[in-house]
């Protein structure tokens, strides 16, 4: 019901529900945080998106990858560093827990690097990767950047494959 809501720009109907539940003394699961996180992200909220994913995490709840993905993501892409800090911590939390981060969050970790000037982090970020036994989808990455021009995407793809 969270998803559906935010899928379709009710962010703020999909927050009240969540805090109604909250309110009854149902905790929400993790499906339901990952929707609210979404729609924070959706929203571009990404500050909020992590006020509600730590709050989850106090409440017992824990991640899974499409949590991890959506919370980097949403701070990856903020263009704000301090938030781009986060998301690099909960990028190497997801990776230290086993968990291989799909093609997209890759990129777009990488992009917030490339952004923001830093991309010899992002380059130790790969290498860090491929210590782990969790390189880049080539394939994957290449399908994701196959429209997409200029520098920045240009330099995604070198410090994805060429670390």
């Given at each position: 019901?969270?998803?559906?809501?935010?899928?379709?720009?009710?962010?703020?109907?999909?927050?009240?529900?969540?805090?109604?539940?909250?309110?009854?003394?149902?905790?929400?699961?993790?499906?339901?945080?990952?929707?609210?996180?979404?729609?924070?992200?959706?929203?571009?909220?990404?500050?909020?998106?992590?006020?509600?994913?730590?709050?989850?995490?106090?409440?017992?709840?824990?991640?899974?990858?499409?949590?991890?993905?959506?919370?980097?993501?949403?701070?990856?892409?903020?263009?704000?560093?301090?938030?781009?800090?986060?998301?690099?911590?909960?990028?190497?939390?997801?990776?230290?827990?086993?968990?291989?981060?799909?093609?997209?969050?890759?990129?777009?970790?990488?992009?917030?690097?490339?952004?923001?000037?830093?991309?010899?982090?992002?380059?130790?970020?790969?290498v860090k990767m491929k210590a782990l036994?969790?390189?880049p989808d080539e394939k994957g990455v290449?399908?994701?950047?196959?429209?997409?021009?200029?520098?920045?995407?240009?330099?995604?793809?070198?410090?994805?494959?060429?670390?």
């Amino acid at each position: 019901m969270f998803d559906g809501l935010s899928k379709d720009g009710l962010t703020h109907e999909a927050l009240e529900l969540f805090s109604q539940i909250k309110d009854k003394g149902q905790m929400p699961d993790v499906v339901a945080h990952t929707a609210v996180i979404e729609a924070y992200a959706a929203a571009g909220k990404a500050k909020e998106a992590l006020k509600v994913y730590t709050r989850m995490l106090a409440s017992g709840v824990l991640p899974n990858a499409y949590t991890y993905s959506v919370l980097i993501k949403a701070l990856a892409g903020s263009g704000d560093q301090k938030l781009l800090g986060e998301a690099k911590k909960y990028f190497v939390e997801m990776m230290g827990k086993g968990i291989r981060p799909n093609p997209a969050t890759c990129v777009v970790v990488m992009e917030g690097f490339v952004k923001v000037g830093k991309e010899e982090e992002g380059r130790e970020m790969v290498v860090k990767m491929k210590a782990l036994g969790m390189a880049p989808d080539e394939k994957g990455v290449r399908e994701i950047l196959k429209n997409k021009r200029g520098q920045v995407f240009r330099s995604v793809i070198n410090i994805l494959f060429e670390s």
